[in-house]
Nanobody, 119 residues
Framework: QVQLVESGGGLVQPGGSLRLSCAASGFAFSNYRMSWYRQAPGKERELVAAIIRTGGTINYADDVKGRFTISRDDAKTTLYLQMNSLKFEDTAVYFC????????????WGQGTQVTVSS
């Protein structure tokens, strides 16, 4: 059974930090492109950061560059997102996404974790 379980969300003040985790199971984690997406109220889901594979290409949305860091631990089948210098506009539900890199594309989503930046 495939599972992507996000954790680490919460309430934080502007300028603060959070570290999100996504624990994956039920599929060959190292063969998947892993990403973080977010969706704010009334807005479409958007890509925050993606990592193709360990040591591979990493992409960030322009508004998180220099503040967020995506990483993965294939041995622990876990994806991380270190978020620093958080802003009000980072408030959203953050989702973990997995897409198989080779063969027929298969995608999985987590249930999301809420991040609220508020003073």
């Amino acid at each position: 059974q495939v599972q992507l379980v996000e954790s680490g969300g919460g309430l934080v003040q502007p300028g603060g930090s959070l570290r999100l985790s996504c624990a994956a199971s039920g599929f060959a984690f190292s063969n998947y492109r892993m990403s973080w997406y977010r969706q704010a109220p009334g807005k479409e889901r958007e890509l925050v950061a993606a990592i193709i594979r360990t040591g591979g290409t990493i992409n960030y949305a322009d508004d998180v560059k220099g503040r967020f860091t995506i990483s993965r631990d294939d041995a622990k089948t876990t994806l991380y997102l270190q978020m620093n210098s958080l802003k009000f506009e980072d408030t959203a539900v953050y989702f973990c996404n997995a897409v198989r890199r080779l063969g027929v594309p298969i995608a999985y989503w987590g249930q999301g974790t809420q991040v609220t930046v508020s003073s």
